[in-house]
């Protein structure tokens, strides 16, 4: 069963699973300098919202396609729906981009590919509706139906 969904991509228990989730909003607030007195404080708006994902993929359980697609996404600046299945509150967390992908390799096989592949994904949320065509549209609308109902 599929945990969240970055667009095309589940997370699950056993394949492309992940390990941590960690949010991050930034808000910051300009000094200004008083004469006599403290300094002063003025409010410069939401700059933006992003989370991290971390997991560690085993060969023998899948996922790297995922991960591969998820990298693919992040070359070509594909926006993509985020969201989570299950009793989760605010389960559907809107539109975000692949900003960074890391990964780290390791214990190979022969043939070179990795048993053991430590990631970590970079997601900064998507203000403003972005266009998708036909397909893009149909498979949201899937994704979105599957997780409101």
């Known amino acids: 069963m599929a945990l969240m969904a970055v667009g095309p991509y589940q997370f699950e228990a056993l394949g492309f ?3 941590d989730r960690a949010r991050k909003s930034e808000t910051p607030w300009a000094k200004l300098e008083v004469s006599g007195g403290p300094d002063r404080l003025q ?3 939401a700059r933006g919202r992003s989370e991290t994902i971390r997991g ?3 060969s023998e359980f899948g996922g790297q396609d995922a991960l591969d ?3 693919r996404s992040a070359e ?3 926006i993509l729906p985020f969201v989570a299945f299950g009793s989760v509150p605010d389960n559907v967390f809107g539109n975000v981009v692949v900003e960074d992908v890391s ?3 390791s214990y190979h096989h022969s043939d070179g590919t990795p048993r ?3 990631y970590s994904l970079k997601l900064t949320y998507y203000p403003g509706q972005p266009e998708y065509d036909t397909a893009q549209s149909n498979f949201i609308q899937t994704l979105f139906d599957t997780v409101l109902t």
Do not use: I, K, P, Y
């Open 43 to 45: 409010w410069m708006g």
């Open 76 to 78: 070509t600046g594909v």
């Open 103 to 105: 990964r780290d390799e």
């Open 69 to 71: 697609g998820l990298q």
């Open 116 to 118: 053991r592949n430590a």
């Open 17 to 19: 699973s992940f390990n």
């Open 56 to 58: 560690v993929l085993f």
